[in-house]
């Protein structure tokens, strides 16, 4: 029996475009490049979309051939609108036609209708691997958008609402992110 290999492809969803005018939130009157870029995608944008924006990439760039070779190993195994990150898996040989297809997309199609930038952060030979990475890379964004806006009012508060607190607290700890209070709880010796 043959074993087939495939590659998890991390990828991240970045805006660089604002279409509605936002709030401002720091001292200069701007929201930080790194809340900005990595904001949430639209509901619209589900597994399905995504997929058939990669087949018809491919489909563009490298005809029936890509087409054909892609088809029956492409999966989005992942995909949070929230966060703006997807983990796709696709067979180890063809990995580099679904990369080039995502690195050509330059605006999400209708319903959506949005520019973006899709950029393939890790390939991983586990989806584990893969998994990983996007908590790190969540937490190290959060960690940044603090930092970047202690300099000024910014605070992600200010950004989220005001009762956003407590949910903040409660979102940190579903994707694994300690608060300063879990700290105190650890055992002392």
């Not at 998890?8 to 509605?20: G, K, M, Q």
């Not at 809340?35 to 018809?56: E, G, H, T, Y």
Request: with cysteine; net charge positive.
């Amino acid at each position: 029996m043959v074993r087939l290999k495939h590659r998890y492809l991390l990828v991240n969803i970045l805006y660089p475009e604002s279409d509605t005018p936002t709030k401002s939130t720091t001292r200069d009157g701007q929201i930080p490049d790194v809340v900005s870029f990595r904001r949430p995608s639209s509901d619209k944008l589900n597994a399905q979309l995504l997929a058939r924006i990669i087949r018809d990439g491919v489909a563009e760039l490298f005809g029936d051939y890509g087409s054909g070779m892609i088809a029956s190993s492409l999966v989005v195994k992942y995909l949070s609108p929230a966060t703006s990150t997807a983990i796709i898996r696709v067979s180890r040989a063809h990995y580099r036609l679904v990369w080039a297809a995502l690195s050509f997309v330059t605006r999400l199609p209708r319903p959506i209708d949005q520019a973006c930038v899709i950029q393939v952060v890790r390939v991983s030979g586990t989806i584990r691997k893969a998994e990983e990475e996007a908590i790190r890379r969540a937490k190290a964004a959060i960690l940044r958008a603090t930092a970047q806006g202690r300099g000024s009012d910014f605070t992600l508060d200010k950004m989220l609402g005001s009762d956003s607190a407590a949910s903040n607290t409660r979102a940190g700890a579903s994707i694994g992110i300690e608060s300063d209070d879990d700290e105190d709880e650890v055992d002392q010796d």
